[in-house]
C-alpha cells in the first residue's frame, strides 16, 4: 500500500464527490490501485483554487468507470473522509510540502511532477500535511475556544499526543472536527430558523447535524452537514423535518409537529438558510436518504423539547 496526493478540481470533466469517488484517466490506475485500503489527501491546484491541501480519505476500492472506456473509479471508504480544520498552503516559508516537489535547496520544481494529477506520498510527509491540517490538540482548541480556565475534556485532551492515524479514526476527535467546519461553514446560523444565537459566553447555540448519519455511512464532509439549532437537530433527527427534492424548502411532518411550533422555531419563507461557498451546500444526495429514509419513518422517543 500507499498513500497519495489526488487533484481535485470542481465543476472539471471528472465526476470526483470526494467523499464517495474519485474519477481518473487509466494513465494513473497503477498508482491508485497502489493505494487500496489506505490514505489519500486531497490537493487543489493553484489554477482551481486557494485551498491547497483540504481534506483526507481512504481508498475501499478501484472500479472501471461504466460506460466510459479508460476511466476508473476510486471508492472512497464510508467514513473515511474528514476536511481539515485548516486548509493547509501549498508551500510553507517558500517550500512544498512534498519531497517530491522539492528541489535539493528547497525550492519548488517545476513541470514532472508537479503537473500529476496523481502523486505518491512518502508517510512522513503524509503525517506532516495531517498534523498541520488536523492538529493534535484540535479538542482542546474546542473545548477551551469559549471557556479560557479550560476543562476536563481539554484536560483530557492534552494527556498525550494521539499518532496521526489515530486521530483520523477515533470518533471524538472526527465529531469535533466535523462540527467546527459545519458551524463555520453555515457562519454559526441555523439553516432551518436563520437565526444565529450566541450565550452569555458568546459561544454559538448552532450545533452540527449530520444528514445521513455516520452509522448508516454517511461522511464526514460538511456537504453531509446542517447547522442547527438544538430542538431543530432533534426534530431532523427524529423525522419530523426534513428537506424537500428541490434541495431548499423544509419539509414538516404536520401529523407530529404543532403549526404553532413551526411558526415559531422555522424561517418564516420556509426554506434552508444556505453557505456563502456553494461548495459547503448541501448535497442532493444526502438530502435525498434522509427524506427517503428518516422523514416521517422513525418515532420519536420521549417528550418533545417543545412540550
Excluded at 23 to 49: N, Q
Excluded at 127 to 132: D, G, K, S, T, W
Excluded at 253 to 272: H, Q
Aim: aromatic share 8%.
Amino acid at each position: 500500500m500507499t498513500k497519495l496526493v489526488l487533484l481535485h478540481k470542481a465543476n472539471s470533466i471528472y465526476d470526483d464527490e470526494p467523499d464517495v469517488v474519485y474519477d481518473f484517466p487509466r494513465s494513473y490506475l497503477t498508482a491508485v490501485r497502489e493505494a487500496l485500503g489506505d490514505w489519500i489527501i486531497y490537493y487543489e491546484p493553484v489554477k482551481a483554487g486557494p485551498r491547497g491541501y483540504f481534506a483526507v480519505a481512504k481508498i475501499e476500492q478501484v472500479i472501471p468507470k461504466p460506460g466510459v472506456e479508460g476511466r476508473f473509479l476510486a471508492m472512497i471508504e464510508p467514513g473515511s473522509f474528514l476536511p481539515f480544520d485548516t486548509e493547509v498552503p501549498r508551500l510553507i516559508d517558500g517550500s512544498p510540502l512534498e519531497q517530491a516537489l522539492t528541489e535539493p535547496d528547497g525550492t519548488p520544481k517545476k513541470g514532472g511532477a508537479v503537473q500529476l494529477a496523481v502523486r505518491r506520498l512518502p508517510d512522513e510527509d503524509f503525517a506532516r500535511i495531517v498534523r498541520l491540517g488536523l492538529p493534535d490538540d484540535l479538542e482542546r482548541q474546542e473545548a477551551t475556544r469559549y471557556d479560557p480556565e479550560g476543562s476536563e475534556v481539554a484536560e483530557e485532551a492534552g494527556i498525550f499526543e494521539r499518532p496521526v492515524l489515530e486521530r483520523l479514526t477515533r470518533r471524538p476527535y472526527r465529531d469535533v472536527a466535523f462540527r467546527r467546519k459545519v458551524r463555520e461553514a453555515y457562519d454559526y446560523r441555523c439553516a432551518m430558523s436563520g437565526l444565529k444565537l450566541r450565550n452569555g459566553g458568546g459561544r454559538p447555540e448552532v450545533q452540527a447535524a449530520h444528514i445521513r448519519p455516520v452509522e448508516h455511512n454517511g461522511s464526514d464532509s460538511v456537504r453531509n452537514g446542517l447547522a442547527l439549532s438544538g430542538t431543530l437537530h432533534w426534530m431532523f433527527d427524529r423525522g419530523l423535518i426534513s428537506v424537500a427534492d428541490d434541495n431548499e424548502t423544509i419539509l414538516v411532518s404536520r401529523n407530529k409537529v404543532p403549526g404553532d411550533v413551526v411558526d415559531r422555531l422555522l424561517s418564516p419563507d420556509g426554506k434552508i438558510w444556505q453557505p456563502e461557498d456553494k461548495r459547503n451546500w448541501p448535497h442532493p444526495a444526502n438530502l435525498k436518504w434522509h427524506r427517503e429514509n428518516i422523514f416521517g419513518q422513525m418515532v420519536a422517543e420521549g417528550s418533545a423539547p417543545w412540550e
